[in-house]
C-alpha cells in the first residue's frame, strides 16, 4: 500500500523537555504531570498529545464512513479521546489504556452507534491500537 503522507516531529530533553514538528508548525514544552512526578508547570505531554491526535483522526474517520452512507455529521460533533497511562503487571515498562467518546447531536442513536463502530474500524488510531502495528526503532 502507498504512503499517502509523511511527517516527522522531534523531542528533546523528554517527558520534561520540547516537541516540534519538521514544519515548526507544532512547538510544545513538555511538562511531566503531578501524577507521574512532576512540578505540574505549564505544558503539555505525551498523553495529551495522543488524544489529540486520536480524536481528531478519529472524528475524521467518522466523517469519511458517514460521507459513504449519506449521513451528515453535524457541525458541532465532538470525540473526546482519554488516554491513561500507568506500569505495565510485568514491571517491565508502561502502558496507555486509550479510550473514544462520540458526541453526534441530532444523530440517531442507532444511525450514530453504527457510524461509530465504522469508524473505528476505519481509523488510523484505532487500527494501530488494535493489530499491535510492528514499529521501527532504530539508532540514527
Known amino acids: 500500500m502507498p504512503i499517502l503522507y509523511t511527517t ?5 530533553g523528554g517527558r520534561a523537555g520540547r ?3 519538521e514544519n515548526g508548525v507544532l512547538d510544545v514544552t513538555l511538562t511531566v504531570p503531578k501524577e507521574l512526578g512532576g512540578d505540574g508547570a505549564t505544558g503539555t505531554n505525551p ?3 495522543f488524544a489529540a491526535g486520536y480524536s481528531a483522526c478519529f472524528l475524521g474517520a467518522l466523517k469519511f464512513v458517514a460521507g459513504k452512507e449519506k449521513v451528515k ?3 458541532d ?3 473526546t479521546a482519554t488516554v491513561g497511562i500507568g506500569p505495565r503487571e510485568d514491571g517491565t515498562g508502561f502502558y496507555i489504556s486509550p479510550s473514544i467518546s462520540v ?3 441530532g444523530v440517531d442513536r442507532e444511525v450514530g452507534e ?3 463502530a465504522a469508524a473505528h474500524i476505519v481509523c488510523p488510531y484505532s487500527h494501530a491500537l488494535r493489530t499491535s502495528t510492528e514499529i521501527s526503532a532504530t539508532l540514527a
Do not use: F, R
Not at 516527522?8 to 528533546?12: G, H, I, L, R
Open 77 to 79: 460533533a465532538t470525540v
Open 19 to 21: 516537541a516540534v514538528s
Open 103 to 105: 458526541n453526534l447531536p
Open 8 to 12: 516527522k516531529a522531534s523531542a528533546t
Open 47 to 49: 498523553e495529551q498529545l
Open 73 to 75: 455529521i453535524p457541525d
Open 114 to 116: 453504527k457510524l461509530v
